[in-house]
């Protein structure tokens, strides 16, 4: 830390920032958005977005593809709605996030040196390894929001390994990066006052400290009260304490300034309530002592003494937009974002869930993901001679459709969930899947797996947890919203099991069968 001048205790000068490898022209034009501090706060909220994005698909991959310990309850019903839809938005706000962020560090990519030692190859290759995953995480699973696959490769599980490659690499950038992290979120964003004069900015490049003092007139005008009319003052602001001296500079007295020319006026500074002489430092400006008019009060410019020692001309005109707006741009990006496909889970912000791919129009209001053209099931569903087939500890029995409908009949209000975010809730009605398998036989315990009328596809057959088979409100369902099942919607029965994902509410049922 910086020794305390006037009793005040200032924070750590800024770092320089790096050289770059780029010719000095374009260097001198980089935004002083990008940097630190800016990286450091948009890295906080890509951070959380990710960590939710991690946890929520890792909760929908494990329902899909249980292991032995792992326990998803039937209720509340609405929880796997929650949990996806939170999935999905989490990871769209992360792409401006991530934009964002890029954007502030991407000068530093070009810093000198550009390979180094194996310490700084080991940090590039992690951060490339971060980007790297971190994107193609994104970019794969907005693709699949859209039901969009232009690869070869089997996105559920692919996306899956990666996320854990994609969060390794984010807890060892966070880990590598924290000493900059913690300095950065502890300076404030406003940056000292930049000062626009090509001369003091010559002598800032050339480190010509004597010219970088010289007095400016003020405005004229009659002299104040308790002012001699003919006179010198000066003017002094306190030092910005981000803009204290760094490492590079020359220690100085606080009591010492720098020399006045030859020939000039010793200026005065004029004290500032709350702070001792201690704290002020001259401003410097441009003109020489004599320009200065004996009738004209005259004051001085501030400039970092850092960027008077060490010659920095960066630190003088910093160009592009600044932090905060950067920030708030972002923020305002990421609310945007999670806006647009926000509506697909949320049914009151349809209206403004522009980019959603599902929008909970469809067949009797609900969206469809698998038609039954695209399943090629339209012949055998309606057949006359369709029969649901169900097995209970080696009894089988089969049921037409209008013996199902025949049997006592229960309603259940249940959303689908899908994984791809959208989820719309649907009044179902159809027989209980515990009463039906009591229909066939004595059901005591074991999983129930269902099949498709499909004859192909990945999801062709699913298998339902023995906790959500016996819940009230898990139905062979038959009607939905008041009406006879849609085909597209899986008549002329399917399964609908409270907080699943759509992918395993089987439609166009052929068989049932109570696992030993």
Known sequence: MSKTRGGIAPLDPEPEPPALLVPALIASQVSAGRGPAVAARVGIALGISITLCFLTGLISHWIQHPPTWFYWPAHPVWLYRVTQGTHVISGVIAIPLLLVKLWAVFPRLFSRPLIGNPLRMLERGSIALLVGSVIFQLVTGLFNTAQFYPWKFFFTTTHYAMSYVAVGALAIHLAVKLPIIRTALARPLAKPAAVSDPELESAVEQGDSTAMRRTEPLDAGEPQQGQPAVSERTSARVLPENAAASDHSVAMPPDVGIPPMPGAAAPTAEPVAGHSDS???????????????????????????????????????????????????????????????????????????????????????LPVNRTAAAAGVGERAQDSAYRLMVDVGGVRRAFSRAELAALPQSESTLPIACVEGWSASAHWSGVRLR?????????????????????GGLYRTTVLPRRHAIDASTLVALRVNGEELDLDHGYPCRLIAPNRPGVLQTKWLSTIEVLA
Do not use: C, K, M
């Open 435 to 455: 009463d039906l398998l009591a229909a066939v036989g004595e059901y005591r315990s074991g999983d129930v797996r269902f099949e498709s009328l499909e004859s």
């Open 279 to 365: 704290d002020l430092v001259p401003e410097h400006g441009g003109s020489r002592a004599s320009d200065s008019s004996p009738t004209s009060p005259a004051r001085t410019t501030a400039l970092p003494e850092s960027a008077v020692v060490r010659g920095d001309s960066t630190s003088v005109a910093q160009p592009g937009i600044s932090r905060r707006a950067v920030l708030s741009a972002a923020g305002i990006a990421a609310a945007v974002a999670g806006l647009a496909v926000a509506g697909q889970t949320i049914p009151f912000l349809r209206w403004v869930a522009v980019l959603s791919p599902r929008s909970g129009e469809g067949p009797q209001g």
